[in-house]
């Protein structure tokens, strides 16, 4: 999952016809490194989305990307910065959608990231390969709809 960091507050003063403007330049900037890394986003919700992955590997390397060119944005004084969550599971597919408590903790993980930061879940953490990454532990994750003992990493690009 992704969303962007204040993107609410800023859409009620910028209006609706710059919010829809902004938020075709972040799809026009976010989606193809989805799509490039081997992801499907599955639907837009409002100013984030929800992809799907095979693995959690792409994933984050797409959410390095994506973020990356979403910060590149500028409009109106607002510079987007997005967060994102990847976490690893078996979702319920139905129809094109994705459902259940596998993508309720997906979207918690993504919830509780700040602005430019990917947080990932311990079972995508555990499949990654962490050559290049930097991960750390996150120890105030809670969310309701998460299991209480899920353990949620920060990742980022080792410089």
Do not use: C
Not at 42 to 67: C, H, I, T, W, Y
Request: glycine content about 10%; aromatic content about 8%; proline content about 4%.
């Amino acid at each position: 999952f992704t969303d962007l960091v204040n993107f609410s507050k800023w859409a009620l003063e910028a209006g609706d016809e710059a919010a829809v403007a902004l938020l075709r330049q972040i799809g026009e900037a976010s989606e193809p490194p989805i799509e490039d890394a081997g992801g499907r986003v599955v639907k837009r919700l409002g100013d984030g989305l929800m992809a799907v992955f095979d693995e959690p590997q792409p994933a984050v390397e797409a959410a390095f990307a994506s973020g990356a060119a979403v910060a590149e944005i500028e409009m109106h004084g607002y510079r987007p910065r997005q967060r994102a969550g990847v976490h690893f599971g078996r979702a319920q597919r139905v129809g094109r959608d994705y459902l259940g408590v596998e993508v309720n903790v997906a979207a918690r993980v993504a919830s509780a990231a700040g602005g430019g930061e990917v947080l990932v879940s311990e079972p995508a953490r555990d499949l990654l390969d962490t050559t290049g990454l930097r991960l750390k532990r996150k120890w105030t994750f809670r969310a309701k709809g998460a299991p209480e003992d899920l353990r949620v990493f920060w990742v980022r690009a080792e410089s």
